[in-house]
């Protein structure tokens, strides 16, 4: 299994409903990340998880909050959102120096 | 001021032809990166480089170390290489930092 995997692959959600993102990868990978991206910009680090403890957090608001239960799972668990977190979430792992990317989920905040 | 520039920021180009896009960097660097994502999709990893040359099928990655540049190169294009490629580089830290990217159009 070489992939990472994103569900849901797509998330309709209100500003004050809660929802998780999920992200799994079955590489052994140690290191795994949390992007955001708006359209026609490059990905923006939002969280790295190394051996299952948070390396960084790039500042991110608290209504974003991160998981990981074991070190195949990464989850994001969304709450009270606003409109402009509207976007393509990434999940990537790495080794070695190289990222594999998931394919993302396209939440839209209404 | 982004410290990943790329060059062009968009770019069309005829099925068959030779494709340049470039970048550059401003501090030394631990690796840099190559990424190709499609529209709406996720990011694929193309190259990863610290010195040299790569090459994959009709991709070839060139660095220089000195000149703080890299180029990825495109041999005779075709329409499924219509995509943004994003150059990225590590500075011994577990972040990546980002270009801006670059669309290429190839038509047939």
């Known amino acids: 299994d070489t992939e990472v995997t994103q569900t849901p692959k797509h998330l309709v959600m209100g500003m004050t409903n809660k929802k998780s993102l999920k992200c799994e990868q079955h590489?052994?990978?140690?290191?795994m990340y949390w992007y955001k991206q708006k359209a026609k910009k490059p990905p923006e680090l939002m969280f790295v998880?190394?051996?299952?403890?948070?390396?960084i957090n790039e500042s991110v608001p608290s209504r974003f909050s991160p998981e990981c239960p074991n070190s195949s799972l990464l989850n994001l668990h969304l709450h009270a959102l606003q409109p402009e977190d509207s976007a393509l979430y990434l999940c990537?792992?790495?080794?070695?120096?190289?990222?594999?990317f998931g394919p993302g989920t396209r939440l839209t905040v209404l | 001021k982004n410290e990943v520039e790329q060059s062009p920021q968009n770019l069309t180009a005829q099925e068959g032809e030779f494709i340049t896009i470039n970048c550059s960097y401003s501090v030394g660097i631990s690796a840099l990166h190559w990424l190709q994502q499609h529209p709406g999709g996720g990011i694929v990893s193309l190259f990863m480089?610290?010195?040299g040359k790569k090459k994959h099928g009709r991709l070839i990655a060139t660095i220089n170390i000195q000149e703080k540049h890299s180029s990825l190169h495109i041999t005779a294009s075709h329409p499924r290489d219509s995509a943004v490629y994003i150059c990225a580089v590590r500075y011994n830290t577990d972040k990546l930092i980002f270009g801006t990217g670059t669309r290429l159009q190839v038509f047939p």
């Open positions: 590489m052994g990978h140690r290191a």
């Open positions: 990537a792992s790495a080794t070695g120096g190289v990222e594999f």
């Open positions: 480089l610290s010195s």
């Open positions: 998880y190394s051996y299952e403890k948070l390396s």
